[in-house]
């Protein structure tokens, strides 16, 4: 379980220049509980940068510089809470990475082993710890390396991991040199694993100057995701695309 924020602007920017001094110190805070790890990534020109530590971000020295002094037009930040028993560890600290692109997760696939089936033997050699999380990241990988656009990738990987495995959210973040993109999925009839029943809400603004996507729990002026929504926002230029099933628009 865990706090996802995404962040696209015109113009690179620390996170603290994005978010100003309140809004960063209630994100921070959200790790009081979401205490077992934290993770950044920032966009490159052909990858992606990882930075991550199995700590609290809010007693975090690396955390709070990191947050003042690397500048991006496109970054996320992942707290993790650890559940059903996963270690804490920085092999099980999110984002997960190939170098290419970033992930971040909140939710819980029931049965991390129901995903190994999806994960092409290749891809299979990437993982390094025993979350359900990197397991869904190395299956959507391996249909990115079968050709499918990541947005696509994302869509079909998804579906079917809701046709073969019990979850309560699938929530995440991707995140490529030119894109990013985050998906809202949960099950409605589902169990709790927080006793907020807006805890699975993935929410966005969008400003002249940047498009933030942000877990629940802070922050004010959000429009939702409806479940099963899927975002895009291309680097840059902002432009900004919400997808669900057949329907398209664009993002206001």
């Known amino acids: 379980m865990c706090r996802l924020l995404g962040w696209a602007t015109r ?11 309140e809004d960063l110190v209630d ?10 790890g934290w993770g950044v990534a920032r966009a490159t020109q052909s990858g992606v940068k990882v930075h991550k530590r ?4 809010r007693d975090s020295r690396s955390f709070a510089l990191w947050a003042r002094t690397h500048a991006t037009d496109l970054g996320m930040a992942h707290l993790r809470w650890a559940t059903m028993g996963l270690g804490v560890g920085i092999e099980n600290t999110h984002p ?5 692109v970033a992930f971040a997760h909140n939710g819980s696939v ?3 082993a129901s995903l190994d089936p999806l994960v092409a033997p ?6 390094r710890g025993t979350t359900d999380s990197e397991r869904y990241f190395l299956a959507l990988l391996t249909r990115t390396a079968d050709g499918a656009t990541p947005h696509e990738a994302l869509r079909d990987t998804v579906d079917e991991i809701a046709r073969t495995s019990p979850f309560t959210s699938l929530n995440c973040l991707l995140m490529t040199p030119d894109e990013l993109i985050a998906l809202c999925r949960y099950d409605e009839d589902g169990p709790l694993e927080d006793k907020d029943p807006e805890y699975y809400r993935l929410r966005y603004r969008v400003t002249d100057d940047a498009v933030v996507v ?6 004010r002026g959000w429009q939702e995701l409806a479940n099963g929504d899927l975002l895009v926002v ?3 230029t902002l432009a900004s695309t919400v997808l669900s099933g057949e329907r398209l628009s664009t993002a206001r």
Request: hydrophobic letters at 30%.
């Open 122 to 127: 290749g891809v299979a050699r990437l993982r």
């Open 11 to 21: 113009t690179p920017v620390t996170l603290h220049g994005l978010l100003g001094d």
């Open 214 to 219: 942000s877990s629940s729990g802070w922050g």
């Open 96 to 100: 997960f990475t190939d170098g290419r």
């Open 54 to 57: 199995p700590d609290t971000a």
């Open 234 to 236: 291309r680097r840059g």
């Open 27 to 36: 994100f921070t805070e959200l790790s009081v509980k979401h205490g077992d």
């Open 110 to 112: 029931l049965s991390p």
